[in-house]
């Protein structure tokens, strides 16, 4: 007598065909991938062709069931971007960064962007692979110590360049080396100096505020933008600031030449970067907002101290 399979058996077979095929006709992707709105782990694994096992096991410290927009993902297996187009995107990072201009002089301070490398704190990264993804270059870097992906994201806001992600959260403003000025023949002084004809006392150099102090004294308070409105949407306190109604964290102030950096934090802990400076008529201009998120850039009106 003839037996026949258990009808469960070919459901079986008829569903394992099904999973895998997504996976077959799957596209490639870079050696990181920037999580973008509506993805999720399965969906990721399967546009780059991987295993969801294996995209779970590149990624130890990433919860699939809380999975952010704009997080920065290794994919196992991928080839490492170095088009010239990602090259192009990642030109204007190159060069040396420190924490605040004053800190460039400090070669211990600096942090250095190669074509194939990041060097800062007392590390050197190698760069195993460039992408791009929402107006961000992804890197895939390798840990000296371990050997292990540490892929992050770099954004260029206002004066600043944040580096985030694998345990990076770093605002670093470029340093510039000028060039010496040429030597010039001093003029000889005069013999004797000639008193001016109605004689005045001279005006004091203006002295040099530190950024903390012009925060303090110029930029705290209240303001408005051009709608009107003195309603708190935009206010800067000693440590938390509202910007277009959302609140931050003040985690470091810096700045050089009149314009004051500020490093913060959302509620959430997504860390942000704004450049405040003078603007025309007794203003303030902001510039800069969270790593993930939308850009500032506003000029605004003073309503009270």
Sequence with gaps: MKKHRPIWRWITVFLVLSLQAPFANAQSCESSIEVAPGQTMGGIAQQCGIPLDNLLAANPGVAPERLEVGQVLRVPGAVPGRSGVRQDAYSPYLGDWAPSRAQC??????????????????????????????????????????????????????????????????????????????????????????????????????????????????????????????????????????????????????????????????????????????GPNGGLRVKGGPVSGTATDVTLTRCSR
Excluded at 120 to 136: D, E, L, Q, T
């Design 105 to 278: 002089a400090n070669a211990a301070s600096r942090w250095r962007l190669t074509r194939d490398a990041i060097s800062g704190v007392g590390s050197r990264f190698a760069i195993r692979g460039i992408g791009v993804g929402s107006g961000r270059v992804l890197l895939d870097l390798i840990d000296p110590r371990t050997g292990a992906s540490r892929p992050v994201a770099l954004a260029l806001g206002g004066d600043l360049l944040t580096i985030q992600g694998s345990g990076f959260a770093v605002a670093l403003y470029r340093c510039e080396v000028a060039a010496p000025l040429p030597e010039v023949a001093r003029p000889a002084e005069p013999a004797a100096p000639i008193p001016p004809t109605n004689p005045t006392s001279p005006s004091p150099a203006p002295a040099t505020l530190a950024p903390e102090e012009i925060y303090t004294t110029q930029m705290k308070g209240t303001w408005q933008g051009a709608g009107g409105g003195c309603t708190g949407q935009w206010r800067l306190g000693d440590n938390d600031l509202t910007l277009n109604g959302t609140p931050y964290t003040v985690a470091n102030i810096s700045g050089n030449g009149g314009r004051v950096g500020i490093n913060a934090l959302t509620l959430e802990g997504v860390p942000a970067t704004f450049t405040l400076w003078s």
